[in-house]
């Protein structure tokens, strides 16, 4: 099994509206895999499509190396959207109902464990009608952490949380990955892409803008510069043959030069007598941001 998921040509459709545009991505197993991209961009709806929730109009969708089918979600977690339990019991009856249905031994036990795994242990014996947000979104994932679990989808699963609460949930994550649970979470928080991904794929207006490594994503930053004058460096820089961009600010300058190129850049704009007042790499921010555009670009342009 080399996929934890597998898309090939993914198309959903609501009624006129095109969702989903022919989506193909694969995640590696064992992996933290994030769905990057903003609200609005699909991720919900692919998700609802592993799931089995929703049937897509074109496409294939293998899960664990399988086709889908009903029996290879015994092994998948899924949490979509806001959590629905009933209102009227404990948090620890929620997810013990939750671990009857999947036929798991000592549900009530299970229960409590998961509980504890993700911060809860002491709001066990709660009603769920007395939960905050982050609670039931962390009671949401305690559900999904069944013996035999291999794969988790989770849409925004540190929505409505502290920072106190995405901490603990993402310290959760990381143990999860290391004991060879693969993840693949929906989410539009670049901060956590950048902290936590090792594997990428960036959905635009339901098409794939990247997939792939971070790491290779994050090698694509380009070098951004402040200068005193900007168009003495831009000509300077581009008579070496280094590709410009003016930021979004007047004395700021986008730089087409991996970090092992800043040396040089750099010494250049020193001979030169330009004053460099602050230099950095783009963020994944400014580079998802780029990506978009160029994916704006192509489409107007086949228009």
């Known amino acids: 099994m080399s996929s934890a998921v597998a898309v090939r040509n993914l198309v959903k459709r609501y009624g006129a509206r095109e969702v989903l545009r022919g989506v193909s991505f694969e995640v590696p197993v064992g992996a933290i895999s994030l769905y990057l991209g903003p609200n609005g961009a699909g991720k919900t709806t692919t998700f609802r499509v592993l799931a089995g929730l929703e049937r897509p109009d074109a496409g294939e969708v293998h899960l664990l ?51 504890e795994r993700v911060g809860l242990g002491a709001a066990a014996g709660l009603r769920f009608s007395k939960y905050s947000l982050g609670m039931r979104q962390r009671l949401y994932l305690a559900a999904q952490l069944f013996p035999g679990v291999q794969l988790l989808l989770l849409d925004e699963p540190t929505n409505g949380l502290d920072v106190e609460g995405r901490q603990q949930v993402w310290r959760l994550l990381l143990d999860l990955a ?21 594997h990428l794929v960036i959905l635009h207006e339901g098409r794939i803008a990247y997939q792939g490594r971070y790491h290779d994503l994050a090698a694509r930053r380009r070098l951004v510069l402040r200068v005193d004058r ?74």
Not at 84 to 100: D, K, M, Q, S
Not at 178 to 198: C, K, M, N, P
Not at 266 to 289: K, M, N, P
């Open 65 to 115: 190396g399988r086709p889908w089918r009903p029996e290879v979600r015994r092994a998948v977690g899924v949490t979509l959207e806001e959590p629905r339990f009933y209102p009227w019991l404990t948090g620890v009856e929620n997810v013990e109902i939750a671990f009857r249905y999947r036929g798991v031994p000592a549900p009530r036990n299970t229960a409590r464990e998961a509980l």
């Open 178 to 198: 290391q004991q060879g649970v693969s993840l693949f979470i929906a989410t539009h928080q670049i901060l956590e892409a950048e902290r936590y991904a090792e």
């Open 230 to 303: 900007l168009e003495a460096a831009r000509s300077t820089l581009h008579a070496l043959g280094y590709s410009t961009q003016t930021g979004r600010r007047t004395d700021e300058l986008y730089v087409e030069a991996s970090p092992e190129h800043e040396p040089r850049v750099l010494e250049a704009l020193t001979a030169a007598g330009i004053r460099v007042q602050e230099r950095r790499l783009e963020d994944l921010e400014e580079l998802y941001w780029r990506i978009k555009d160029g994916m704006q670009r192509a489409a107007e342009a086949q228009a």
